[in-house]
């Protein structure tokens, strides 16, 4: 990123005294985060994944009946052997439905993200379009800039009209 600054800085010094470069900063993360878009997608994979979740939470709860049964010493040494033979099945299945659904949500969440960041880079060179603007770095990327840089809630606004939440 500072190899960029100097970049910009050193074109801006070619440019001669009269050329002024307008230069904007985005939190391009909070200004996604922020769009009702991505809002709506987090509650919709929320609700989506509940079931299994709760079913997750089921099966936890089943592991620790097992387990309080093991603990209590009340089964003979046949009881015992079935009972860790099914805790370690679930125990396995419960693993599984925990990858499973990781797998899942990381995957809906990166083709949502992805598609959004797609739209936000569009939404950003319009608004650097209407304002003149010649360069809008990101934030997180920034040392520093002064707070009327910023176009991110403008970002947040302008995606929200581009690409209203259904």
Do not use: H, W
């Amino acid at each position: 990123m500072n190899k960029l600054l100097f970049a910009v800085l050193a074109l801006a010094s070619i440019g001669g005294a009269n050329a002024q470069i307008k230069l904007a900063v985005i939190n391009t993360q909070k200004a996604l985060l922020d769009t009702d878009e991505i809002k709506k997608a987090q509650a919709e994979l929320e609700a989506k994944f509940k079931p299994r979740q709760d079913q997750m939470l089921k099966v936890q709860k089943e592991l620790e009946d097992i387990q309080a049964q093991l603990q209590s010493g009340k089964l003979n040494e046949l009881g015992t052997q079935e009972i860790t033979a099914e805790g370690q099945r679930k125990q396995r299945d419960l693993q599984r439905m925990q990858q499973d659904l990781q797998e899942d949500v990381q995957s809906q969440r990166t083709e949502i993200l992805q598609r959004a960041g797609t739209r936000m880079q569009e939404v950003v060179k319009k608004l650097a379009d209407e304002k003149g603007l010649d360069i809008v770095v990101d934030s997180g990327n920034t040392v520093f800039f002064k707070a009327s840089f910023e176009i991110t809630t403008e970002a947040t606004t302008a995606y929200n009209k581009a690409y209203p939440a259904k």
